[in-house]
């Protein structure tokens, strides 16, 4: 058995509060891209993660990770799997990907071993495991709150559009960034997603000003309707207006700057 764990954007994202735990309270909006790590499952007498692909390397001291850990928590008594993670999105790059990757697991686990939760059982399990993996369960389109796992699901029309992402092969403490926040409150998320923004990139620019650059390469490419930064960055991404106008902004940034990342596909 196999299942994806899809790539997570912020289209927008604003910090309204710091709770007294040392959380945020956020208002966001969460889509999710048609590619990402791939997990697979097979038989086995424990619980055992392999890992591989192009970002392999940025787990290699992880020995517990979020997969691992979603696992047990969903494990029957006498029931072992033996996972296969291929990782392609970089880590600590504001795409979500080991939330993901954990939601992913739980979604493939709970079929593997025929445990019939639903999706609501599902995501209320996934609360424990970190902020987004609540978003991640359903990778669907939605307008998440309090620390982003109060979800509404939202109609946006985005669904197949062309986006193209871009990190500068930056890792970006997503905890350093929200500890970095200056307190102000610069107001709710509006309706229209497009006139938000993400309070968190003043703050990850200033850590890694390789962002600025990213940004603008994208927002000058023919077709990008609109360029951001994502959750706690470094990666960014651009919408566009076509597939044909995407693939051209990728080929014309990986001429400019090869030792970046980049991933063209579409919102799901």
Same mark, same amino acid.
């Given at each position: 058995? @196999?299942?994806? #764990?899809?790539?997570?954007?912020?289209?927008?994202?604003?910090?309204?509060? @710091?709770?007294? /735990?040392?959380?945020?309270?956020?208002?966001?909006?969460?889509?999710?891209?048609?590619?990402?790590?791939?997990?697979?499952? $097979?038989?086995?007498?424990?619980?055992?993660?392999?890992?591989?692909?192009?970002?392999?390397?940025?787990?290699?001291?992880? &020995? /517990?990770?979020?997969?691992?850990? $979603?696992?047990? %928590?969903?494990?029957?008594?006498?029931?072992?799997?033996?996972?296969?993670?291929?990782?392609?999105?970089?880590?600590? #790059?504001? %795409?979500?990907?080991?939330?993901?990757?954990? #939601?992913?697991?739980?979604?493939?686990?709970?079929?593997?071993?025929?445990?019939?939760?639903?999706?609501?059982?599902?995501?209320?399990? *996934?609360?424990?495991?970190? $902020?987004?993996?609540?978003?991640?369960?359903?990778?669907?389109?939605?307008? !998440?709150?309090?620390?982003? /796992? @109060?979800?509404?699901?939202?109609?946006?029309?985005?669904?197949?559009?062309?986006?193209?992402?871009?990190?500068?092969?930056? *890792?970006?403490? &997503?905890?350093?960034?929200?500890?970095?926040?200056?307190?102000?409150?610069?107001?709710?998320?509006? /309706?229209?997603?497009?006139?938000?923004?993400?309070? %968190?990139?003043?703050?990850?620019?200033?850590?890694?000003?390789?962002? !600025?650059?990213?940004?603008?390469?994208?927002? $000058?490419? +023919?077709?990008?309707?609109?360029?951001?930064?994502?959750? +706690?960055?470094?990666?960014?991404?651009?919408?566009?207006?076509?597939?044909?106008?995407?693939? #051209?902004?990728?080929?014309?940034?990986?001429?400019?700057?090869?030792?970046?990342?980049? %991933?063209? &596909?579409?919102?799901?």
């Amino acid at each position: 058995m @196999r299942e994806r #764990a899809y790539a997570k954007i912020n289209l927008a994202l604003h910090v309204r509060s @710091r709770e007294p /735990d040392g959380y945020h309270r956020i208002e966001t909006l969460f889509a999710f891209c048609e590619d990402g790590d791939e997990l697979e499952v $097979a038989p086995a007498d424990g619980l055992e993660l392999h890992v591989e692909g192009p970002m392999r390397q940025d787990l290699s001291d992880e &020995t /517990d990770n979020l997969v691992l850990r $979603a696992a047990r %928590l969903l494990q029957p008594g006498g029931k072992g799997a033996s996972l296969r993670l291929t990782k392609c999105l970089p880590i600590a #790059a504001g %795409l979500g990907g080991g939330s993901a990757d954990a #939601a992913a697991a739980m979604r493939l686990l709970n079929r593997f071993w025929a445990l019939d939760l639903d999706s609501e059982k599902l995501t209320e399990l *996934a609360a424990s495991l970190g $902020a987004d993996v609540p978003a991640c369960i359903g990778s669907v389109t939605a307008r !998440g709150e309090g620390r982003g /796992d @109060r979800l509404q699901p939202v109609e946006t029309g985005l669904g197949k559009m062309p986006v193209l992402l871009v990190n500068p092969r930056k *890792a970006v403490s &997503t905890a350093a960034v929200f500890r970095g926040w200056d307190g102000i409150d610069r107001g709710p998320l509006p /309706d229209d997603w497009r006139a938000g923004r993400n309070d %968190l990139e003043p703050i990850a620019l200033a850590m890694v000003p390789e962002i !600025g650059e990213v940004l603008e390469r994208l927002k $000058a490419q +023919s077709g990008a309707r609109l360029a951001r930064m994502s959750g +706690s960055g470094a990666t960014c991404f651009a919408l566009f207006e076509s597939v044909v106008e995407r693939d #051209a902004a990728h080929d014309a940034i990986a001429a400019e700057r090869p030792d970046w990342w980049q %991933l063209a &596909t579409r919102l799901r």
